[in-house]
């Protein structure tokens, strides 16, 4: 009873450090992004990380462990496929800013200037993953309700 309170928390709170992490994360990108810029920009980036581990890490436990109501109870939930879809659109969107950092610390860790003209784009993309982050809570408590189980 215990581990699956503590793995739902801590499901919730990577969530919650997540939302923070890429709205932070959007707004160091629309900063100046000078050394003290892209620091701003690199540490929100090491926290939408470490949430997204937290997240997908107890997530996974969750659904296929045995802890929770079962894999069967999330693989026949509409609102547990719409959660995997927010999920996949956030990833996806991820795969651009998460090359661009990656090029822009061998860029700083070299001594160089990285190219930073997507940032722009990259706050945008940002702010879109920041509320899907939302639409996933709103879905985690939907389910937590019994939304999306097929009646019988």
Same mark, same amino acid.
């Given at each position: ?13 990577? !969530? ?70 927010? !999920? ?12 661009? !950092? ?35 809570? !709103? ?14």
């Amino acid at each position: 009873m215990t581990i699956r309170w503590l793995l739902a928390a801590f499901h919730l709170l990577g !969530l919650g450090v997540g939302l923070g992490a890429v709205w932070s994360r959007g707004r160091a990108f629309q900063a100046q992004l000078d050394v003290l810029g892209l620091r701003r920009v690199f540490y929100a980036g090491a926290w939408w990380r470490i949430a997204a581990i937290v997240w997908i890490g107890t997530g996974l436990v969750r659904a296929f462990g045995g802890f929770e109501k079962g894999s069967f109870y999330y693989l026949h939930n509409h609102v547990f496929w719409a959660k995997m879809g927010l !999920l996949a659109a956030i990833l996806a969107l991820e795969v651009g800013p998460m090359i661009a !950092l990656i090029r822009w610390r061998v860029a700083v860790a070299r001594g160089s200037v990285p190219d930073t003209r997507a940032a722009t784009r990259f706050a945008r993309i940002s702010f879109v993953q920041a509320v899907l982050v939302v639409l996933m809570v !709103l879905a985690a408590t939907a389910m937590a309700r019994g939304y999306g189980v097929p009646a019988r």
